[in-house]
């Protein structure tokens, strides 16, 4: 949570020190009908982000690589102005997002289990994992203007998920080191190398939610007559992971931030 | 809006998730590594390397073998553990004292010391023994009827009783490579089982048999498992990344071998498979049995014990007998739909001689610088994770004839 309000602080200051440039009047770039009209926003952005554990937990020693996946968002969204300054806004955003992660880990729980077969233990070593997640994200935003060429959003969000692949192999870290301990931490030493890694299992991608909740945080910046530049960003407030889903011990949420241009009307 | 405002944007949340928290305390509690230091260690023991000891994950009675002559006192004892754990030495009324590595420890009258491992985190512990042992002279001749057998520990698998010549006195297979990857099979489901009273006396034999090592086996493209059975170490720890050297294979041994009987009887899986899972056209699945007595040292009085991967090629092997098989002119395994072992479904006993290739050494024989090595199979290229899925070798009444 405190995340969260860090990231509206920052918003909101780096919102207000341009405004004081800001010398354009209220109705040259609000709504195209006038001050208390509505419209519609055409989006099309780059999505940047990942699924993440939050915080991270101890067993993650070191991230050593992080590269976006997919990393596309076409939207649209209506919005009513009810005051100069108060309006409300929806749609729907649909995306392709994702990312691919190497990170050290130690003394990392995995619970595999396939067709009946459990395997589980405690791995130490490189943990590599890919998602990619197709869908569509509706918000219910309620949108402050800030000044005549700022608005910004904030409110909650549903995600539906069309498609989702979860991937990722464990093998020896830089220092050589890789291995599950068996079942306990004194369990049988088991080792496992990048000369034949050893993936996850492929029905991961059946364990994931199809649909998350979230909060939206978004602003708008009047460019030109009818183009913004837009941010915004989706902090999902649920696991991704099935509740029963025994694999992956902590909860991971997914947070995406989307940045591009808008056609405004 | 210029572009660093964009990316800050993106990045705060990213570096708000991307926090490293505290590293834990180590949980693990193992000795990785055990030596004496003696002036001159050949004077005790039968090789300058028998001195140290690589603990595997396994294994916690780490035992030392000298000379039946010699007499072991008071010797530093250093012991290798865990980073961050800590090692006390238990006495027998239980007390506990931290033991610090290269202590002197009096392993007069074949002692044996008891230890046990704490982990930094205090959480877990493990026991070990040490000790030192004086070597058992052998008469050569062995007798192994496979009668003795008993579940392990954990109770998942079965196993047999070697003679006490074999260090740990236990044959070896990859029953504990199998319960990694199916967790659910009961002890008569793995490769290598007892078969109550199926030996051609009546008696109890070993049915080695190739199964099918499910969803985690396909995964780690090692679709099936091949019973065997022979004397050395099951390294399970390298199961996974490097499966032939995980079979380490002979145990030292001061008699030359001249000839093995054994009865053994076989039905042959239906389909051959390849690594991959694929049919095999035109390709029988085939038993295998051998014996091979190698030099255990190199020239620069390294240890060498072969492996799954070079027990029948290494340049070290003095002596090998094997079934008869067809063999490629390179000298490689040649796989064939018409087969020459002579196993049947029918007990046969076979006579196996061990064929010499160099000269032994009467000294380096007598100070155990040979060892012998058994090795037998249901899918002869089960090493290769390929053969037939419920192929049968079953085994019993094992002499050795030695000089």
Not at chain 2, 41 to 60: G, K, R
Not at chain 2, 91 to 106: A, H, K, Q, R, Y
Not at chain 2, 138 to 166: R, T
Not at chain 2, 296 to 320: C, H, M, R, S, Y
């Amino acid at each position: 949570m405190k995340h969260i309000l860090y990231t509206i602080v920052a918003l909101f200051v780096f919102a207000a020190s341009t405004q004081a440039q800001e010398k354009d009047s209220w109705e040259k770039w609000g709504p195209t009908p006038g001050l208390k009209g509505g419209g519609f926003i055409a989006r099309v952005g780059y999505v940047l982000g990942g699924t993440t554990p939050i915080p991270l937990p101890a067993e993650v020693r070191k991230v050593n690589g992080f590269s976006p996946r997919g990393g596309i968002s076409l939207g649209i969204d209506g919005y009513k102005m009810f005051t100069k300054r108060w309006g409300v806004s929806t749609g729907a955003h649909f995306f392709w997002e994702g990312f691919h992660t190497n990170a050290d880990v130690k003394n990392y729980y995995v619970w595999l289990e396939q067709e009946g077969e459990v395997t589980k233990g405690y791995f130490t070593g490189t943990n590599v994992t890919s998602t990619e997640m197709w869908g569509v994200t509706l918000p219910l935003l309620a949108t402050f203007r800030m000044s005549p060429r700022w608005n910004v959003s904030a409110g909650p969000y549903l995600s539906l998920y069309f498609h989702q692949t979860f991937s990722g192999e464990v093998f020896d870290n830089d220092e050589g080191i890789g291995y599950l301990r068996e079942d306990t931490p004194i369990g049988t030493k088991i080792l496992m190398t990048r000369e034949n890694p050893t993936p996850y299992p492929d029905n991961f991608p059946e364990k994931m939610q199809p649909v998350a909740l979230g909060i939206e945080f978004a602003f708008d910046w009047k460019a030109m007559k009818h183009m913004n530049v837009f941010g915004l960003l989706d902090w999902g407030m649920t696991d991704i992971w099935d509740r029963n889903f025994e694999a992956i011990t902590f909860k991971m949420y997914p947070i995406y931030a989307t940045v591009g241009l808008a056609y405004r009307y | 809006m210029s572009k660093t405002s964009l990316f800050a944007f993106v990045a705060v949340p990213l570096l708000l998730a991307s926090c490293i928290a505290a590293e834990q305390d180590n949980t693990e509690c193992d000795i990785e590594e055990v030596s004496l230091h003696l002036d001159s260690p050949i004077d005790f023991f039968f090789h300058e390397y028998d001195t140290l000891q690589t603990v595997i994950s396994t294994e916690t009675d780490i035992v030392f073998t000298i000379r039946s002559y010699a007499n072991i006192q008071s010797v530093p004892l250093s012991l290798r553990i865990t980073e961050g754990a800590s090692i006390y030495m238990i006495s027998e009324d239980g007390t506990e004292t931290p033991f610090l590595s290269g202590s002197s420890v009096d392993f007069s009258n074949e002692k044996v010391y008891r230890f046990r491992v704490v982990s930094e985190d205090k959480a877990w512990s493990r026991n070990y023994s040490i000790s030192v042992v004086h070597d058992k002279p052998s008469e050569g001749n062995l007798f192994i009827d496979y009668e003795s057998y008993h579940l392990d520990a954990s109770g998942k698998y079965y196993v047999w009783d070697a003679p006490e010549v074999f260090p740990d006195a236990t044959w070896k297979n990859g029953n504990p490579g199998f319960k990694i990857s199916k967790s659910s099979a009961k002890p008569m489901d793995y490769p290598s089982t007892p078969a109550a009273g199926a030996g051609p006396d009546g008696s109890d034999c070993v049915k080695l048999e190739t199964c099918d090592t499910g969803p985690f086996g396909r995964m780690a493209n090692m679709r099936l498992a091949s019973g065997s059975m022979f004397n050395g170490i099951f390294d399970v720890g390298n199961a996974l990344t490097a499966p032939l050297e995980a079979t380490l294979m002979g145990s030292p041994y001061t008699h030359k071998p001249i000839q093995v009987r054994i009865w053994l009887r076989y039905e042959r899986g239906s389909v051959f498979q390849d690594r991959d899972g694929k049919p095999v056209e035109g390709v029988v699945d085939e038993p295998d049995f051998y014996i091979v007595f190698y030099r255990n040292e190199d020239a620069e009085g390294n240890k060498v014990q072969l492996n799954g991967g070079d027990i029948l090629t290494n340049p070290n092997i003095v002596g090998l007998g094997r079934l008869p098989h067809h063999y490629n002119s390179d000298g490689s395994d040649q796989l064939s739909n018409d087969p020459i072992h002579g196993v049947t479904d029918e007990w046969q006993e076979f006579t196996i001689p061990v064929v010499y290739t160099s000269v032994i050494d009467a000294t380096i024989l007598e100070n155990k610088g040979y060892s012998i090595a058994f090795g037998s199979a249901s899918s002869w290229q089960g090493g290769y994770f390929a053969g037939a899925i419920g192929s049968k070798l079953y085994m019993d009444n094992l002499h050795l004839y030695c000089e």
